[in-house]
């Protein structure tokens, strides 16, 4: 299963390098095969984004984890959030995209 591991800072500064990240973990899923629609529950159709080491971040960390759902979605991957951050758990409900971050 790939997985976006966040840093643990995640800014509006950090964000291309989160992207690139993002984009290097998709890469992998395609080229494993992954990206060609596999059933919801199969244990390699999914993206995992750990946000376990996320201590500082503002609301670009919500716009990666929104991307990087969006990006594993057109992938035909689920999508799911393990460690998010009370904090940024409350923001996410704040801006009303909680739902979309499954944890």
Request: proline residues 6%; contains cysteine.
């Amino acid at each position: 299963m790939p997985t976006l591991a966040l840093p643990a800072t995640l800014t509006h500064a950090e964000v291309p390098a989160c992207l690139q990240v993002l984009a290097q973990a998709l890469s992998a899923a395609d080229r494993e095969g992954q990206g060609a629609a596999p059933a919801p529950d199969a244990a390699t159709g999914a993206l995992l984004a750990d946000a376990s080491a996320l201590r500082q971040f503002d609301s670009s960390a919500l716009a990666v984890l929104l991307e990087a759902r969006r990006a594993a979605t057109a992938r035909g991957l689920t999508f799911s959030v393990q460690g998010l951050p009370q904090r940024l758990a409350g923001l996410a409900a704040l801006y009303g995209v909680a739902g979309l971050l499954s944890t």
